[in-house]
């Protein structure tokens, strides 16, 4: 595990050596812009916006600004001298019930393991306390720059820290509400809890990120040459009025999307069902398509990728020449 961060997880006179690693990665796609003409990489150059230089890194530095407009220069130096007792150390101030927490302030997870074999016995200690108790630590430590309010629970055989955002970063709901009296039938209710019985129960490791998958699919026919995906007949729908009509179409739907993958051995509804919700919007459902198998497409994306750019490289050279 890659340790982003290390110190001490203080539980009372307790002292843990911990580090803190990422709990997840990402597969976002990341594209790079191009000049249309060659195929060149687009670069961007810092400058200075005073005598437009153009800086190294090592000439860049950081400064604060005050609402008056004032820049305040501030070095990695005298950051790391600040005076915190979170610069090194997670102190666990209190505990919540797990139950209590808002899901609208979690943020990112980390991995906390013990960063070395003494540290084993109280990690143990307080894993097991944590998840005899029912109950989350919460405490502070800096990290990146920035002071972090953490919680930690017990995961299995680790202890999870997640950092949460602060109380005052949580915007208020009230004008994602609907506006106006809306008034729901005792019909229209059961009608939903039927749709939702007959949907069943998500299996959220069998779904996949589709985007991802068919981007791979297009580059690896444009590097072969073959015919580009293209996509599938969509049904149409114009807006339903009638929202008990739609529930009962997408309960009706959803026990026959059951029955069909029951048959071909698959639970859930099938791969192709079209599922109209209320808005009376068409679409795909499930989002648990199997993705293309990774090793080939990268194979050919580094041979095209090697093919693609003799002629970028060259058209570069000799603009340079000129």
């Known amino acids: 595990m890659r340790s982003v961060w290390s110190g001490t997880l203080a539980f009372g006179l307790v002292s843990i050596p911990v580090k803190l690693g990422s709990a997840v990665s990402s597969h976002k796609l990341s594209f790079r812009q191009i000049h249309l003409a060659d195929q060149g990489r687009v670069r961007y150059q810092k400058t200075c916006e005073l005598d437009e230089e153009v800086l190294s890194a090592a ?19 005298e950051l790391q001298a600040l005076p915190l007792p979170t610069a090194k150390t997670i102190e666990v101030s209190g505990f919540v019930d797990t139950s209590r927490i808002d899901r609208m302030q979690l943020d990112t997870p980390y991995f906390l393991a013990p960063s070395s074999p003494t540290a084993n016995k109280p990690y143990v200690l ?5 998840s005899r108790s029912g109950k989350a630590a919460v405490g502070k430590f800096a990290m990146r720059n920035s002071e972090h309010l ?26 994602a ?102 808005g009376g919007r068409s679409g795909k459902g499930g989002g648990t398509g199997k993705r293309p198998a990774k090793k080939a497409a990268a194979k050919k994306t580094t041979a095209g990728k090697s093919a693609k750019k003799a002629p970028a490289k060259k058209a570069a050279s000799r603009r340079k020449a000129n």
């Open 126 to 130: 307080m894993r097991e306390a944590l």
């Open 177 to 278: 509400a609907p506006r106006g009296k809306v008034t729901i039938s005792d019909n229209e209710l059961k009608l939903a809890d039927t749709l939702i019985d007959a949907l069943g129960e998500a299996d959220l490791t069998a779904y996949h990120d589709e985007y991802a998958a068919a981007v791979e699919a297009l580059v690896t026919a444009k590097l072969e040459g073959a015919e580009l995906p293209t996509v599938e007949g969509e049904a149409g729908g114009g807006k339903v009025v009638d929202l008990m009509a739609a529930l009962q179409a997408s309960v009706d739907q959803a026990h026959e999307g059951r029955t069909s993958g029951d048959k071909g051995g698959k639970g859930g509804g099938g791969k192709d069902a079209t599922v109209t919700d209320i």
């Open 59 to 77: 000439e860049i530095g950081r400064a604060f600004e005050t609402p008056d407009d004032q820049l305040v220069e501030v070095s990695d130096a």
């Open 150 to 175: 953490a919680l930690i629970t017990a995961r299995d055989d680790i202890l999870l820290l997640q950092t949460l955002r602060w109380p005052d970063e949580l915007n208020s709901a009230a004008d």
